[in-house]
């Protein structure tokens, strides 16, 4: 091999290592994007709470007051002008159960429909009619009915879908038989993985094929 082969190797090699050396760079930059884009989402659910559970609270004329210690560790002190009217508006007369403003999937009443629905999705963990997500909805958000949820809903999954946050899966082509779910449990075929496979009480009318 003459002395400009070596050379022109050397060369070579010498870009291949750094190219490689950059593509870990970047994979790193992504995994941190994604990891910061993750947290900005989960910081917005979580601002948004906090928001909810002010918002009931000053309704009911009560505060809340956030202190910090030296060590930089927060507190919150509550204050009640009026405990009668805020015990009133938790416990209803004809329930005793205390409406739940605050899930504990995240799941609260100031987030965006799009987000309501894929928490109830991720909640099922598998693909869904979206009679089933109605249904979840108006249990936890009593007061709008599955009727107008079901038209929140599908807005909902259409804009998901059209993101790519959603796939909706028709059995045997059957619009009415559409189940909704993540993108991740679906093979490679396209088919529905079977830990995800969705519950076929929610099938409507006749969805089998029949060859004549």
Do not use: C
């Not at 002395?3 to 870990?24: A, K």
């Not at 992504?30 to 947290?39: G, M, N, P, S």
Request: proline content about 1%; overall charge negative; cysteine-free.
């Amino acid at each position: 091999m003459s002395l400009s082969d070596i050379l022109s190797l050397n060369q070579h090699n010498y870009y291949r290592r750094i190219d490689m050396e950059l593509s870990i760079i970047k994979k790193q930059l992504d995994d941190l994007f994604k990891e910061r884009d993750e947290a900005s989402h989960k910081l917005i659910e979580i601002e948004g709470a906090i928001k909810a559970l002010n918002n009931l609270l000053e309704s009911q004329g009560s505060s809340i007051s956030i202190e910090q210690n030296g060590s930089g560790e927060r507190s919150s002190k509550l204050y009640y002008k009026n405990p009668a009217s805020l015990a009133a508006s938790l416990i209803g007369e004809e329930d005793s159960q205390k409406k739940k403003y605050v899930f504990d999937d995240g799941y609260h009443v100031n987030l965006s429909n799009r987000n309501k629905v894929k928490l109830v999705i991720k909640s099922f963990n598998k693909f869904v009619h979206n009679r089933q997500i109605s249904e979840e909805l108006h249990a936890r958000e009593p007061e709008i009915s599955e009727d107008d949820w079901a038209k929140k809903v599908s807005g909902a999954l259409s804009s998901l879908r059209q993101k790519n946050q959603l796939v909706n899966y028709a059995v045997n082509g059957y619009n009415r038989n559409t189940f909704w779910g993540s993108p991740k449990w679906l093979d490679d075929n396209g088919e529905i993985i079977s830990d995800y496979m969705y519950d076929e009480e929610y099938l409507q009318g006749d969805s089998e094929t029949i060859t004549i």
